[in-house]
């Protein structure tokens, strides 16, 4: 089993920074792209940045220059630094990974933390 446990989720306010961090386990043989989603009430899921395991990055247009997406290969681990924090970027962020385990190539996604941004 595959597991993708995301942390770092909360309330802020806006100009705030909070910090996603998000660790796969399991039966891992390699780990391809990492990303974080995000979904907003009553809107649809949407990327907002990903990294390959080269260190290729790419991000939606709504954070760019304000997130920051980093993974560490070795705990099998991605980050999202989320700076200039705006209530527009109030959702459930979630940890995607595209990985090969013991069953095949396959997409993981983990369970979802909420973050608020709000006065």
């Known amino acids: 089993q595959v597991q993708l446990v995301e942390s770092g989720g909360g309330l802020v306010q806006p100009g705030g920074a909070l910090r996603l961090s998000c660790a796969a386990s399991g039966s891992i043989r390699s780990i391809y792209t990492m990303g974080w989603y995000r979904q907003a009430p009553g809107k649809q899921r949407e990327l907002g940045a990903a990294i390959t395991s080269g260190g290729s990055t790419n991000y939606a247009d709504s954070v760019k220059g304000r997130f920051t997406i980093s993974r560490d290969n070795a705990k099998k681990s991605v980050y999202l630094q989320m700076n200039s924090l705006k209530p527009e970027d109030t959702a459930v962020y979630y940890c995607?990974?595209?990985?090969?385990?013991?069953?095949?190539?396959?997409?993981?996604w983990g369970q979802g933390t909420q973050v608020t941004v709000s006065s």
């Open positions: 995607t990974a595209d990985l090969s385990s013991t069953t095949g190539w396959s997409t993981h």
